[in-house]
């Protein structure tokens, strides 16, 4: 099938767009009409053998570069970002269908803000050093210094693909690292934008290169299995990040993993009704449930229950479906018809288990052009326990299970039963029992009193199947460079 535009996306290598290759192409599908708007270049070994090359090649020059250039560098890079938003914005939309007010707001504002972030937080890193008393009364000075890894492998996925690039590839760039990064294959295009950008605001050839593909016998396996690569920094899902580690591990190079997450919401019996399901109606149904941070299982205390339910439902009802473009739209497709059949499952596997469904469970007819999309709706569940599949099992889709407890305790047991542990939020009144429970939750980053609130600065991963290492300020350093302890006897 021939692209509706004809428009190619392209492998960035050296500091060049590659000639495409009809042969080893794929489609990039609109998710919200179905309809192919793109057709990417498949980059075969040789072309990731080049990029990882060109990586090298960068390597001593960019890392060499004093850091207040480096980081002019990137702040001029989010300046261009701003400069070509709504190039961003489009190219989101066209890759996932998500609503334009969310595209503009969250994720391409996000790219900036990494840019500005981490070129801030790389200016301001300062050397540890120690001064150690000897035997004898004389002094030894110990000091580290960072230095780069080297070429790092970025491998991102679908949902939030700008921002989750730029999360990874602007704090690798301004500790002086070169990057090969590989998006997802169903939303190739910010990361083939963002080449011109960087390029355009003064990086040199071969410090960012891009490389499309699948994963298994493909770009990402090509990348990961590269002799070239000194770390690997890898968003997506728990199995992939398994695979990797065992990739790698021959060539013992670090790995930062952010995975999968199966997040619990604890709702006390204290907590503001209308603050807590305004808080559950976004971290539920975000970007259609496809953010590694979503809630997918609801506590709710036995006494404020059918408050919290009717209440969900009734927002979940208000939220729209629809195009894209439209200002008034919350709420677009899942990524692909691949992933709603997966979702829809879990719809079954929940209606077998015993689930009532207070909302939802099916797809919508949305006429307007866009039954060839990838749409599904918004679903509750009760009557599902923390043994039922769709309880334990990341879906990631616009869909949770609301479950009763009694007490404190109980509540803090649910949540933490699971093998994930990358996000909580908890909703409460009392403050001093929100930090409690918050601490008890054995996750990366649990809110209280809200939900999706990030401070850049602050460490940001998982624990358990949600993944190795923190990234986010002083974190993201520690991970992208290596530290040389030099000790001088004084
Ligand atoms: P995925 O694991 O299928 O793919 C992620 C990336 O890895 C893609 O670019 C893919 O092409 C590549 N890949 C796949 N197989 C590979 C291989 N063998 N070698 C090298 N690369 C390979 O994940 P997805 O479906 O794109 O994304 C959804 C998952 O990402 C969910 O599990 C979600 O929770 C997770 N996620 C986690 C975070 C976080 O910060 N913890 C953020 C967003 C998404």
Not at 24 to 42: C, L, W
Not at 70 to 80: E, F, G, H, I, Y
Not at 186 to 205: C, F, I, K, N, S
Request: include cysteine; hydrophobic fraction near 40%.
């Amino acid at each position: 099938m021939t692209p509706d535009t004809g428009r190619w996306i392209r492998n960035f290598v050296d500091g060049h767009f590659v000639e495409p290759d009809e042969n080893r192409s794929f489609e990039n599908v609109d998710p919200a009409t179905g309809r192919v708007h793109a057709r990417v270049h498949e980059a075969d070994r040789a072309l990731v053998d080049r990029a990882v090359q060109a990586g090298r090649r960068a390597l001593e020059g960019w890392s060499g570069t004093a850091v207040r250039e480096r980081t002019a560098v990137l702040r001029r890079a989010a300046d261009l970002i701003e400069e070509r938003f709504e190039e961003f914005v489009a190219a989101e939309i066209a890759d996932t269908g998500k609503p334009v007010t969310q595209a503009r707001d969250l994720d391409v504002a996000r790219a900036v803000a990494n840019f500005r972030t981490f070129a801030d937080v790389v200016a301001a890193a300062g050397v540890e050093s120690f001064l150690t008393d000897l035997p004898g009364g004389r002094q030894a000075l110990n000091y580290a210094v960072r230095k780069p890894l080297g070429v790092v492998a970025v491998i991102v996925p679908w949902n939030l693909p700008l921002l989750l690039l730029t999360w990874k590839a602007a704090p690798a760039l301004a500790c002086g690292n070169t990057v090969v990064v590989k998006p997802s294959e169903e939303t190739p295009a910010t990361a083939a934008l963002l080449a011109e950008v960087l390029a355009d605001a003064g990086l040199p050839a071969g410090a960012y290169n891009v490389v499309h593909g699948f994963g298994a016998d493909s770009a990402g396996e090509h990348l990961t299995t590269h002799p070239g690569i000194d770390g690997v920094t890898f968003t997506g899902s728990s199995a992939t990040g398994a695979h990797v580690m065992r990739t790698v591990a021959p060539r013992v190079r670090p790995v930062s993993f952010e995975l999968g997450g199966k997040n619990a919401a604890i709702v006390l019996p204290d907590a503001d009704l209308t603050e807590t399901l305004d808080g559950l109606t976004r971290s539920v149904f975000a970007n259609t449930g496809q953010v590694c941070l979503c809630t997918e299982r609801v506590y709710v205390h036995r006494s404020v229950f059918a408050d919290i339910a009717d209440g969900l439902v009734e927002r979940a009802g208000a939220l729209r479906l629809g195009r894209p473009l439209d200002e008034a739209t919350t709420t677009g497709p899942l990524i692909s018809q691949a992933h709603r059949d997966k979702v829809r499952g879990y719809f079954a596997l929940a209606e077998q288990s015993g689930a009532k469904v207070l909302t939802g469970g099916g797809v919508p007819e949305l006429g307007d052009g866009l039954d060839g999309g990838s749409w599904i709706e918004p679903t509750l569940w009760t009557g599902l326990t923390n043994t039922d599949r769709p309880v334990r099992e990341e879906i990631f889709g616009p869909v949770a299970a609301l479950i009763p407890f009694d007490d404190e305790d109980e509540a803090i047991a649910l949540a933490n039963d699971t093998d994930y542990g990358l996000a909580a939020s908890v909703w409460t009144r009392d403050l001093r029992r929100g930090h409690r429970v918050a601490q008890a939750m054995n996750v990366g980053m649990a809110w209280v009193n809200t939900w999706f609130l990030r401070d850049l600065r602050s460490p940001f991963g998982g624990v358990g199947l949600s993944g190795i290492g923190r990234e986010g300020g002083a974190s993201s350093l520690h991970f992208y460079t290596e530290p040389t302890n030099v000790c001088v006897h004084l």
